[in-house]
Antibody, heavy 116, light 107 residues
Framework: QVQFVQSGAELKKPGDSVRLSCKAS????????LHWMRQAPGQRPEWVGW????????NYSQRFRGRVTISKDRAATTAYLEVRGLTSEDTAVYYC?????????WGPGTLVSVSS | EIVLTQSPGTLSLSPGEGATLSCRAS???????LYWYQQKPGQPPRLLIY???TRATGIPDRFSGTGSGTDFTLTITRLEPEDSAVYYC?????????FGGGTRLEI
C-alpha cells in the first residue's frame, strides 16, 4: 500500500532553515504530483506547494514563494521541503501528500517547532 | 484566492442520526474540484470525497457529497461514535489550493 515515511521532529530558532524529507513507497513515484501541506496547532491545513511527477516543475503558494523549495530524488523515491527564514508562525506539522485526484494519502507529518 | 466557509462550526449529534455539513465558496469552484477530508486527533486528514461527489476508496456509503458551483454539502447518515472528527473541505480548481475552517462533529 502507499506509504510515506517522514523525517523526525525539528526544533529550530528564528531565522534558521529546515529541510524535511518524505520517502514514498507502494506506488510509482513518478506518476503522481507530490504536495506539501502544513497545519499549525488548532488550525486548518494550508497548502505550501507541489512538484510534478516527471519534469520536477514546482509551484508554490504565494505566501511562501521565495522562502521554500520543494525537490525530489526519483531514484530514492524521496521528496524534500526546505523552509528558510523560519519564524514562530512556521511552527506546524508538515505533511507530504500524494495528489491522486485528491490529497490521498497524507504522510504522518513532521512537527517543526520554532522558538527562541 | 477562493475562501471556503464551513458551517456549522460544531455539530453535536447522537449515534444513528444524520449530519449535514456545508461548505460555501467565495467564487465558483472550477470543475467542481471540491474535496472533503476527515481528521481525527493526532492523525493526518483522510480523503473522503473527491470532485464534490465521488467517494474515495474504502469510504463507506454512509458518506456522500453533493453540490456544485459555490455550494457543497457532505452528508453522513447513521452516525457512529468513530465519526467524531473535524471535517474539512478543500478546493483545487483555482490556485492556491485552499481549505475551509472545518466543522467539528461530536457524536
Amino acid at each position: 500500500q502507499v506509504q510515506f515515511v517522514q523525517s523526525g521532529a525539528e526544533l529550530k530558532k528564528p531565522g534558521d532553515s529546515v529541510r524535511l524529507s518524505c520517502k514514498a513507497s507502494g506506488y510509482d513515484f513518478t506518476s503522481y504530483p507530490l504536495h506539501w501541506m502544513r497545519q499549525a496547532p488548532g488550525q486548518r491545513p494550508e497548502w505550501v506547494g507541489w512538484i510534478t511527477p516527471d519534469d520536477d516543475e514546482t509551484n508554490y503558494s504565494q505566501r511562501f514563494r521565495g522562502r521554500v523549495t520543494i525537490s525530489k530524488d526519483r531514484a530514492a523515491t524521496t521528496a524534500y521541503l526546505e523552509v528558510r527564514g523560519l519564524t514562530s508562525e512556521d511552527t506546524a506539522v508538515y505533511y507530504c501528500v500524494r495528489w491522486a485526484g485528491g490529497a490521498d494519502p497524507w504522510g504522518p507529518g513532521t512537527l517543526v517547532s520554532v522558538s527562541s | 484566492e477562493i475562501v471556503l466557509t464551513q458551517s456549522p462550526g460544531t455539530l453535536s449529534l447522537s449515534p444513528g442520526e444524520g449530519a449535514t455539513l456545508s461548505c460555501r465558496a467565495s467564487q465558483t469552484v472550477f470543475k467542481n474540484k471540491l474535496y472533503w477530508y476527515q481528521q481525527k486527533p493526532g492523525q493526518p486528514p483522510r480523503l473522503l470525497i473527491y470532485r464534490a461527489s465521488t467517494r474515495a476508496t474504502g469510504i463507506p456509503d454512509r458518506f456522500s457529497g453533493t453540490g456544485s458551483g459555490t455550494d457543497f454539502t457532505l452528508t453522513i447518515t447513521r452516525l457512529e461514535p468513530e465519526d467524531s472528527a473535524v471535517y474539512y473541505c478543500q478546493q483545487s480548481g483555482t490556485a492556491p489550493l485552499t481549505f475551509g475552517g472545518g466543522t467539528r462533529l461530536e457524536i
